[in-house]
């Protein structure tokens, strides 16, 4: 008990700590506050320690044969017929509860130059991501733009950008940048606010857009019997659930996306 009282002063401490640095820089960036590097991964390291997030827990939830949900090889799907999709994405699990945003960041960097040259960790530091209980907690879109910028990638957001305004300028929207290879990071309501990454999407061969399903890469995939990274989602309901309950500022909870590409990327050409 004595252990766990001293834990848990120390993580208080470091909240407060933490708000002080923070309160007068934007998106909570250590880096822009003045705090020491060595100070922000310190207290990084420490708040981290908050279960291990789905990495933690991998596996332990699939269901073999499962009544409720099939098991789909997404990894060795091609794209082709009614189906755009960023074949072989490979996709990775959080190993904290608040860092989906550096998580889904890292499968991006993948996705374009094969491997991340950060740590999940390394990515959250550079976008100022916060656990639950510090100011700006989670990443918003400014904080998962900074590090693609300090990266001299190209990106494009909600905030300087917009979004689409309808579900039908959302699915142009979506296949006009996977038929250009470039996935979307999107924050929507799941888990009271979650960044995942739109790799595909079938419109199942026909104009009914109520049944065109998206396939996104989930860094916290626990939910359908099977944990590999790949959540399959009707594009209807994530289109009207696109919004964010917890943690982004009032302005800034609505239709939250990016997209950044290398800047020497070339988009591939469409079919």
Not at 208 to 229: E, S
Request: glycine share 10%; aromatic share 10%.
């Amino acid at each position: 008990m004595i252990k766990k009282a001293i834990l848990l002063a120390a993580a208080v401490i470091a909240v407060a700590v933490l708000n002080f640095y923070t309160d007068s820089s934007p998106a909570g960036n250590p880096k822009q506050s003045g705090m020491p590097d060595d100070i922000a991964a310190k207290l990084v390291l420490m708040l981290r320690k908050d279960g291990g997030g789905a990495a933690a827990v991998q596996n332990q939830g699939d269901v073999n044969g499962s009544p409720y949900f099939k098991k789909i090889d997404i990894y060795n799907m091609h794209s082709g017929g009614s189906l755009v999709l960023l074949e072989k994405y490979k996709t990775y699990q959080q190993h904290t509860d608040y860092t989906c945003g550096p998580a889904a960041a890292l499968t991006v960097v993948q996705h374009f130059l094969g491997k991340a040259a950060d740590s999940e960790l390394e990515i959250a530091k550079i976008m100022g991501t916060h656990p639950a209980g510090v100011k700006d907690p989670g990443t918003n879109t400014r904080g998962m733009s900074r590090y693609f910028e300090q990266k001299g990638w190209t990106v494009k957001n909600s905030l300087k950008d917009g979004s689409p305004g309808t579900y039908g300028e959302f699915l142009d929207f979506v296949d006009g940048n996977l038929k250009q290879g470039i996935p979307i990071m999107v924050e929507n309501v799941e888990w009271g606010g979650h960044w995942r990454v739109i790799i595909g999407h079938d419109t199942m061969g026909d104009k009914q857009g109520d049944n065109d399903v998206l396939i996104l890469a989930d860094p916290y995939d626990t939910t359908d019997h099977c944990q590999d990274g790949y959540t399959v989602v009707s594009a209807a309901r994530f289109y009207y659930m696109w919004f964010d309950a917890h943690l982004f500022r009032e302005k800034e909870k609505v239709r939250q996306w990016l997209t950044a590409v290398p800047p020497d990327y070339k988009p591939a050409k469409e079919e």
